[in-house]
């Protein structure tokens, strides 16, 4: 019995995991509940929308109605480090900001109340909640930035700008 | 190969991976702490209904307790298998269980070789408390072996159909970011685009060939085994993928295994008993 049960187990899983692959235009209506599909593999590595291009984190504060300059999160370093094809925690804060940002980015921000439910999203309180935490003791507000770098890799420009919040 | 020298060596290479990538993961565990990036108090609110009774395993210090104790699993595992069962089982499975929640709490951040020790831990688990006969522990070993080549097969195929890949934009572009890419292999290919185009296809044609290892067996098979050993190992350098290498080459001992003829031939054999 347990014997099945193994075997059944199994099976669905690898026929989901075909399921999912294989229509795409199906999936909203098989797999009615995001919790299930987060479960099911997805095997389209950097495909077929390869990640080009990298995000910025920017942030200022005010105090007393002035802002600071824009300042780039550092909670994960650019360094290169040869033992990274053993050892390379730092992907996981690159890792990381990469995927909020491209949820934060991929929100419809059209209309007026589309505006107010992307502040409410769980990327932009995740970012909020981070940036609240590490703001200077004498900020009163403070804003972030989503930017990206221009094609000659010199500047940036910036992709969204959020509301100013209190800290 | 024997089905238990297969069996061994998954635990092994998956234990080997599994305890760099947690070790990795709690070297950076400030950035899932309450002031962290990835704090639960603004993580929970993912969920509409009231998860109190999960609420426990994804707070802050009872997840970073769940995740040593994964550590300490993957250490013990190899060790345990094949000697203790139901230890083995119980361990697999706690180690399961840690990365089911990992992914509920929240998936920023993880990747593909995250569904890839899912994979691999769920079969480790349930050949545990199977009855470990020939078949099942054929049938757990095929799981993992049929799931590496749908991941190589499928990547290949989104890749495919990929203009970006099909023109050799893509590695230009991968390699021109500071998340994944390098900066020596990007100023190269920018000077020469046909050999970014080349890379481009020799890994789709790769992925997509990678199913021949179902039907080539031994010589195809080893080729093929080799030539993703290489390509991971490749990644790993020029991208920081080590988490890649380490992943699917714990999936290998169970691609060469299960699609020997000779073993094919003894499932078959109990399948369908001559007479």
């Known amino acids: ?167 | 190969m024997t089905l238990d020298t297969a069996l061994h060596l998954t635990v092994i290479l998956a234990s080997v991976g599994l305890f760099v990538t947690t070790l990795e993961e709690l070297q950076k565990l400030r950035l899932e702490g309450a002031k962290g990036i990835l704090s639960w108090e603004v993580l929970q609110h993912q969920y509409y209904r009231s998860i109190a009774w999960t609420g426990g395993v994804f707070t802050f210090s009872r997840y970073t307790l769940l995740k040593l104790l994964r550590l300490l699993g993957v250490l013990v595992l190899p060790f345990t298998f094949g000697t203790f069962p139901i230890g083995s089982a119980l361990i697999s499975g706690m180690v399961l269980f840690s990365l089911v929640v990992q992914y509920y709490r929240c998936a920023f951040g993880l990747d593909g070789t995250h569904q890839v020790y899912i994979i691999l831990f769920l079969s480790i688990a349930l050949y545990g408390i199977s009855s470990q006969s020939f078949l099942i522990s054929y049938v757990c070993l095929a799981a993992i072996a049929l799931q590496s080549v749908l991941a190589y097969v499928i990547s290949g195929y989104c890749k495919l159909v990929s203009q970006q890949w099909r023109d050799g934009s893509a590695l230009i572009g991968i390699m021109s970011t500071k998340i994944y890419g390098n900066a020596r292999l990007y100023r190269w290919f920018k000077r020469h685009p046909q050999y970014s185009r080349l890379a481009c296809w020799g890994v789709i044609v790769f992925e997509l060939a990678f199913i021949a290892c179902c039907f080539f067996q031994p010589k195809v098979t080893l080729l093929l085994l080799g030539l993703g050993f290489s390509f991971h190992l490749v990644n790993a350098f020029a991208m920081g993928l080590n988490n890649f290498l380490m992943a699917f080459i714990a999936t290998y001992p169970a691609v060469y295994y299960c699609f020997d003829p000779a073993e094919a031939a003894k499932l078959y054999a109990l399948l369908f008993p001559a007479g």
């Open chain 1, 1 to 167: 019995m347990i014997d099945i049960a193994v075997g059944a187990i199994l099976s669905i899983y690898l026929f989901a995991t075909l399921l999912y692959a294989a229509f795409p235009k199906w999936r909203g209506s098989i797999f009615r509940s995001e919790k299930v599909v987060r479960i099911i593999p997805k095997w389209n590595f950097f495909a077929p929308i390869p990640g080009t291009q990298d995000f910025y984190l920017l942030y200022r504060e005010s105090c007393n109605g002035n802002f600071s300059h824009w300042r780039e999160v550092d909670f994960y370093t650019y360094q290169s480090d040869p033992l990274t094809f053993i050892w390379n925690p730092n992907k996981k804060g690159k890792k990381i900001l990469f995927d909020i940002a491209t949820l934060l980015l991929a929100q419809d921000t059209t209309a007026k109340e589309d505006l107010m439910r992307v502040k409410l999203s769980i990327p932009y309180l995740m970012i909020l909640n981070y940036l609240s935490n590490h703001c200077t003791e004498l900020a009163e507000n403070v804003q972030f930035a989503i930017a990206r770098p221009t094609e000659d890799q010199v500047k940036s420009e910036l992709m969204y700008i959020s509301g100013i919040h209190n800290v």
